[in-house]
């Protein structure tokens, strides 16, 4: 889950595969003037798209911490599950695309260090590793060239997301999650820096915009009252 408090002083959950869904749309949007722009590669977007699956079985009960204060987010949820459905969704998307199922390997990878210390680390990279060796050699030389690119993309289409989902809507710049107040990491050809502010409650503007048209999204939430559960949508146009 994504977690946050909202206005009122209430949780707010966000369910990851949903996230996930919201980066598909920003890779689908992606402008067409752009060399490296994923449009045309369907196994990108289904990457990008589903790259936060293995979170749908943890985020159907959010997980409470010990203390009841609060609930588990992806940063903190405890590491045996999580790693655990990473490997998980990683194989599900494999069974549909050994490229996409690269793109989500890596991705998930790229949060820990090659150094840890940590042996249930160490194991899930070491098995990682060794299935993206093993895909590599199904895919054409042409997919081999665009993997680099596609897991920037991948990446910066997920940080938009959280971007969207881990900020309070209309929030000032200065008061925005620390991740991306400086602007995003990723590096374009149009672009060295993309930088993300909140217009609005109801939009967000990119600068400049990798978009090839405004896109408007769907957020689905969870308001959290005590014992009571409230579903709801919050729907944003990004620019």
Not at 19 to 34: F, L, P, V, Y
Request: glycine share 4%; charged share 30%.
């Amino acid at each position: 889950m994504i977690v946050r408090e909202n206005n009122d002083g209430k949780t707010v959950l966000i369910p990851q595969h949903a996230h996930a869904a919201i980066s598909g749309e920003i890779a689908r949007h992606w402008r067409k003037d752009d060399p490296n722009s994923p449009v045309q590669r369907p196994d990108t977007i289904m990457a990008v798209d589903q790259h936060d699956r293995a979170w749908i079985p943890l985020d159907e009960v959010p997980k409470r911490k010990p203390d009841g204060k609060g609930f588990y987010s992806f940063i903190d949820y405890p590491l045996t599950d999580k790693l655990r459905a990473y490997q998980q969704g990683i194989m599900e998307v494999r069974e549909q695309s050994r490229y996409a199922a690269i793109l989500c390997s890596r991705h998930y990878c790229s949060f820990f260090s090659n150094d840890t210390e940590d042996e249930q680390i160490k194991a899930f990279l070491e098995r990682e590793h060794g299935l993206q060796q093993a895909d590599m050699q199904t895919l054409t030389s042409a997919e081999k060239a665009t993997l680099d690119t596609d897991q920037k993309m991948l990446s910066f289409c997920d940080d938009v997301s959280l971007y969207l989902c881990m900020n309070q809507p209309g929030v000032s710049k200065q008061n925005e999650v620390s991740w991306f107040r400086d602007g995003f990491r990723e590096q374009f050809s149009f672009a060295e820096k993309i930088i993300g502010e909140w217009v609005s409650s109801e939009e967000v503007r990119l600068t400049p915009s990798p978009l090839e048209s405004p896109v408007r999204v769907a957020i689905p939430q969870v308001i959290v009252d005590g014992d009571e559960f409230r579903e709801e949508k919050l729907w944003i146009t990004v620019t």
